[in-house]
């Protein structure tokens, strides 16, 4: 059983994950001021929810875009399951062929999310990851990752209104009832979660025109499950696919071991 970490920004996902099978994904706070320790609890008692015992684990790996945590969640790691994990960076096989301007600018949670894509959805393939920002990563029909978009994510656009504005409330991420808003929170609403939506068939299309061709659209990220229902393009909304995208690289460089 392989322990698979993506640490974003806001949220670090965790998921362990047997012979391309997901066994759980749950999302635990980013908190750079935690100790090694006090990350060796927070998974131990996850474990223990899941009923997973740490001698099961033969292997772990993780990505990150917030290097500060990258070494604190590896000692704890060590700590915890006595095996020292796999980092998604310079050096690891991952397969993907980059055709950008500095392919080391390229986040390792866009890296591992087209790994996924590309083995579960074929190419050419558009992936949406939804978190903190909302990143837009385009594979070709020749299997290329060739480029992107960063949007301001749900919930920074979210942030960013109730704070900027005297008079408007914070609320909840749900849909309103219709897109025209009769009240200030159900246009807040209409507004986020109809706007991002929105946003995104017109991105899709854009890619379209721009590429020539059509191509499949996945959707991941935690605040995807809020969005994609309510986008007229057709997009496939798989919450297991960083993990399924480490569980990938995971074995692509440790097969002898493995």
């Not at 790691?77 to 392919?103: A, E, S, Y």
Request: hydrophobic residues 45%; neutral net charge.
């Amino acid at each position: 059983m392989i322990l698979a970490i993506d640490i974003g920004n806001t949220n670090i996902v965790i998921g362990c994950t047997q012979r391309e099978k997901v066994h759980f994904v749950e999302r635990v706070s980013t908190n750079i001021s935690k100790t090694e320790l006090e990350y060796v609890v927070e998974f131990k008692t996850l474990f223990d929810l899941y009923r997973i015992k740490t001698q099961d684990i033969t292997g772990c790996i993780i990505a990150s875009v917030v290097p500060p945590l990258v070494n604190i969640v590896k000692s704890a790691m060590i700590k915890l399951l006595h095996i020292t994990p796999l980092i998604v960076g310079p050096g690891i096989k991952t397969g993907l062929n980059i055709l950008m301007d500095n392919p080391a600018q390229l986040g390792a949670d866009l890296i591992v999310n087209a790994v996924a894509a590309l083995k579960y959805y074929g190419a050419p393939a558009v992936i949406i990851d939804m978190g903190t920002a909302t990143t837009i990563s385009v594979v070709d029909d020749k299997k290329n990752y060739v480029g992107g978009m960063i949007l301001p994510g749900v919930r920074i656009s979210l942030d960013a209104l109730e704070s900027r504005t005297s008079q408007l409330p914070r609320i909840s991420l749900e849909a309103p009832k219709k897109v025209i808003g009769k009240n200030t929170i159900d246009c807040m609403k209409s507004g986020i979660i109809m706007g991002q939506a929105a946003s995104m068939d017109g991105m899709i299309q854009r890619i379209r025109a721009e590429l020539g061709y059509s191509f499949c659209v996945v959707a991941t990220g935690g605040l995807a499950g809020c969005i994609v229902p309510y986008c007229r393009e057709k997009v496939i909304y798989d919450d297991e696919l960083t993990l399924k995208g480490l569980d990938i690289i995971y074995r692509k460089n440790t097969e002898a071991s493995v």
